[in-house]
């Protein structure tokens, strides 16, 4: 994974999990979308709403976004949870970069994630490819290279994401905590990817950082 030689702070945008290794749980069936949202593509954000949050509560998120910044291995498993961050905090392009990341090392949940992702935009035949994608990975054996590390698990807290279950449940708009979404907007970016922009980046403290903002809000 290479990064450009500019790295700045990620701007925040307008709109206000499968783990370490692959292909992981599959959460599809945790996809339990609440009453129908009307058009096929708001439906399909919403279910990535859900599909995002559930990712980042997950037992070992937080250690899979500690192993994507400490190695220069691939951790399919902390790309997949740092996508679902920059998704609930507003950064559609930089989310679909590391969900690409994620799937291509074989992560059967984020291609799941991108099927949702491409359909919210009204893109079905890029959705239907990923859908396929996600069905074949969930059969198929992990990549020698992707397989599970033993990081330790280590939760993100409750107040990251409790709130922000509940209301997906409820049908309402959704968001991470504020303090908890500045965290991921002030990640450092690289500005080298013509395809998604300005792409975050972890930082070794991410997990850390973002435990603090949830748990410790006056001071973070």
């Known amino acids: 994974m290479t990064h450009g030689r ?8 307008d709109r206000a999990a499968s783990l370490p290794g692959a292909p992981g749980p599959d959460l599809r069936h945790l996809l ?3 009453a129908p949202m009307g058009a096929a593509h708001a439906q399909a954000r919403h279910e990535l709403d859900l599909a995002t949050t559930l990712v980042i509560a997950q037992p070992a998120a937080a250690s899979s976004l500690d192993s994507l910044a400490d190695t220069r291995r ?7 949870v740092l996508g679902a961050l920059l998704w609930l905090t507003g ?3 930089a989310c679909q ?26 893109e079905f035949r890029d959705a239907e490819y990923w859908r396929e994608q996600a069905d074949q990975l969930t059969v198929e054996p992990p990549p020698a290279t992707a397989r599970a590390a033993s990081w330790p698990t280590a939760p993100l807290p409750p107040a990251v994401w409790e709130d922000t ?12 905590p504020p303090r908890v ?6 990640l450092p970016v690289d500005s080298d990817d013509r395809h998604h922009g300005e792409i975050p980046r972890p930082t070794p403290r991410l997990a ?4 603090r903002a949830a748990t410790h809000p006056r001071d973070a």
Do not use: I
């Open 6 to 13: 500019d790295h700045r702070t990620a701007s925040p945008p």
């Open 32 to 34: 339990r979308p609440p």
């Open 74 to 80: 691939v951790q399919p498993g902390g790309a997949l």
């Open 91 to 93: 950064h559609e392009d």
């Open 97 to 122: 970069f590391w969900l690409q990341f994620a799937a291509g090392s074989g992560n059967a949940t984020a291609a799941s994630c991108l099927s949702l992702l491409h359909a919210g935009r009204g």
């Open 165 to 176: 279950l509940a209301a997906c449940h409820a049908g309402l708009s959704l968001g991470l």
């Open 181 to 186: 979404a500045a965290v991921v907007h002030q």
């Open 208 to 211: 850390q950082d973002l435990t």
